[in-house]
């Protein structure tokens, strides 16, 4: 069992940066592929990023690719995800998520969920 709290979350001018953070509970999150979601107003939800265990390997949406970097600290049990030139298209709430297989990009594929943190980009 896994469970995941988001933060760090809020509003940003565009062209600014953020860092997200996941706190994990559970003896298994060192073991477990990571991910970021987002889901826009009235929109689905959609992949972000992810990465493996060890944090050796890491997969993006095309959409963030070289603005963000998702990271992870297994010692302290912690997802990051820094966020920089965001864009207003970037606002969503933002959901970690713990899986099975390492860069998945479907829904699906993750078990455990945190409640999201509001990200917001004015223009």
């Known amino acids: 069992q896994v469970q995941l709290v988001e933060s760090g979350g809020g509003l940003v001018q565009a062209g600014g940066s953020l860092r997200l953070s996941c706190a994990a509970s559970g003896r298994t999150f060192s073991r477990n592929p990571m991910a970021w979601f987002r889901q826009a107003p009235g929109k689905e939800r959609v992949f972000v990023a992810a990465?493996?265990?060890?944090?050796?390997?890491?997969y993006y949406a095309d959409s963030v690719k070289a603005r963000f970097r998702i990271s992870r600290d297994n010692a302290k049990n912690t997802l990051y995800l820094q966020m920089n030139s965001l864009k207003p298209e970037d606002t969503a709430v933002y959901y970690c998520a713990a899986g099975r297989l390492a860069g998945r990009q479907s829904l699906g594929d993750y078990d455990y969920w945190g409640q999201g943190t509001q990200v917001t980009v004015s223009s």
């Open positions: 990465i493996n265990w060890s944090g050796g390997a890491t």
